[in-house]
């Protein structure tokens, strides 16, 4: 756990910044996913 921790805090700002918002995509491709689930109901 530490060892993944010191690589992360060895890229680059914007790096963290896109990991970031490819997280964030993702949760909400996944809120997305569930909504369209409901509407199908």
Do not use: G, P, T, W
Request: net charge positive; charged share 30%.
């Amino acid at each position: 756990m530490k060892k993944k921790m010191v690589e992360y805090n060895r890229l680059s700002v914007s790096e963290k910044l896109s990991i970031k918002v490819k997280k964030l995509s993702n949760a909400l491709q996944m809120q997305n996913n569930c909504i369209d689930f409901a509407m199908a109901d």
